[in-house]
């Protein structure tokens, strides 16, 4: 079964940098497009970054400039580096590839931005 274990959130404050990290396992990691993607309090997860498996990178426009997904194929890998973060990312991030067939989600990490 497909594993994604995501780590690294934390309480940061305003203007402050988080690196997050998940490590996927049971399935061809090098064969998939790899996002992040955030769900706070009362609102419907969303997409925040995306990046190919040939390393094309997008990104949600609230977080263009602030945010660089990145990922090692060699460790089946993919991070999210969030500079200058604000009160509006707090959110729940979790990691997953974009279409994929499987029903699976992580359990998440939670990064918190408050003075």
């Known amino acids: 079964q497909v594993q994604l274990v995501e780590s690294g959130g934390g309480l940061v404050q305003p203007g402050g940098s988080l690196r997050l990290s998940c490590a996927a396992s049971?399935?061809?990691?090098?064969?998939?497009?790899m996002a992040w993607y955030r769900q706070a309090p009362g609102k419907q997860r969303e997409l925040v970054a995306r990046?190919?498996?040939?390393?094309?990178?997008n990104y949600v426009d609230s977080v263009k400039g602030r945010f660089t997904i990145s990922r090692d194929n060699a460790k089946n890998t993919v991070f999210l580096r969030m500079n200058s973060l604000k009160p509006e990312d707090t959110a729940i991030y979790y990691c997953n590839a974009p279409g994929a067939s499987w029903d699976y989600w992580g359990q998440g990490t939670q990064v918190t931005v408050s003075s």
């Open positions: 049971k399935f061809y990691f090098t064969n998939y497009d």
């Open positions: 990046i190919s498996n040939g390393g094309t990178t």
